[in-house]
Every structure is written in structure tokens, then in C-alpha cells.
């Protein structure tokens, strides 16, 4: 595990942003009991990447180890609502134009 903390701070260095060196810190970081440390780096990694499923799942399995579903609750609810999924008005413009396209073709 030192190795890999080491490369990922080197990679930092370089990106700081960088969301899969983040996960993985953060990763390391509960591992070795840093659990404070290691929600500090999760949260980074999905800053850097929203969509970052991997992130996501790690900072879920920390906060059930850690006891704090109530903040798993709360982040998924919002990670929810600000997907593609719950965006009804752009879903509602994707069927009404399917059903015009399916129409015209239908109607030539």
C-alpha cells in the first residue's frame, strides 16, 4: 500500500484533481483507519468527477462502515435528481420528437 498512496500522490502533483488517484487515497486511507481522511478524499474524487460510480460506491461503503447512512440517504437523493433520469422536461422533448419522427415516416 505505500507504493500506491506514493504514485497517487505523484499523480496529484501533476493533477490534483484527479478523480481516480483521489478514490484511491481515500481508498488507502480507510484501510489504514484515516476514516476522517479518507471521506475528505472520497468527497474530492466525486467533486472532480460527479458521475464517478466507483467514488460513490466507496464513499457508500465507508459511511455504512462508519455508521452514517443518514449522509448516504442525503447524497444519493441529490445525485438522483440531478441525473438525465429525472430531467422530465428533456424526457417529454426526446418522446414528443421520437412520435413526430415515427409519424412522418409513417405518413410518407
Not at 76 to 84: E, F, H, Q, T
Amino acid at each position: 500500500m505505500p507504493q500506491a498512496k506514493e504514485i497517487c500522490q505523484k499523480i496529484l502533483l501533476d493533477d490534483a484533481d484527479y478523480p481516480k488517484a483521489l478514490n484511491m487515497l481515500g481508498v488507502i486511507a480507510f484501510a489504514a483507519g484515516e476514516a476522517e481522511r479518507a471521506l475528505e478524499y472520497l468527497a474530492q474524487a466525486i467533486t472532480a468527477k460527479p458521475d464517478y460510480d466507483e467514488a460513490h460506491n466507496n464513499l457508500g461503503n465507508l459511511l455504512r462502515d462508519l455508521g452514517r447512512l443518514t449522509s448516504l440517504r442525503a447524497s444519493l437523493r441529490g445525485r438522483l435528481a440531478a441525473s438525465p433520469l429525472c430531467n422530465a422536461a428533456a424526457y417529454a422533448r426526446e418522446v414528443e420528437a421520437a412520435c413526430r419522427d415515427m409519424w412522418r415516416t409513417w405518413c410518407r
